[in-house]
């Protein structure tokens, strides 16, 4: 059974940092492309960022510049290190994973992400 788990959110001050974390308990994790999203109440949920089995990498233009998402394959684990943090950056930030082949699409439970001072 595919399970994702976020750790890592929290409360932080605008301009602060904090870094996402999200455990993937699934076999061929190198092949899918990894996904971080986010929805504040009232809104529709919405992309972050992105990674590719190969590394590409893809940005929400809100967030270009101060966050960056990377990936461990040897611990299953994507990462969203977030940078420069405003107020609207706050939301509940969702996990994703991704594979088309054979199809796979698997959500994480969230983690909660408040930005306020």
């Known amino acids: 059974q595919v399970q994702l788990v976020e750790s890592g959110g929290g409360l932080v001050q605008p301009g602060g940092s904090l870094r996402l974390s999200c455990a993937a308990s699934m076999s061929f994790f190198s092949r899918y492309t990894m996904g971080w999203y986010r929805q504040a109440p009232g809104n529709e949920r919405e992309l972050v960022a992105t990674?590719?089995?190969?590394?590409?990498?893809n940005y929400a233009d809100s967030v270009k510049g101060r966050f960056t998402i990377s990936r461990d394959n040897a611990k299953n684990t994507v990462y969203l290190q977030m940078n420069t943090l405003k107020p609207e950056d706050t939301a509940v930030y969702y996990c994703?994973?991704?594979?088309?082949?054979?199809?796979?699409?698997?959500w994480g439970q969230g983690t909660q992400v408040t930005v306020s001072s």
């Open positions: 994703n994973a991704y594979r088309s082949a054979p199809y796979n699409n698997v």
């Open positions: 990674i590719t089995s190969g590394g590409s990498t």
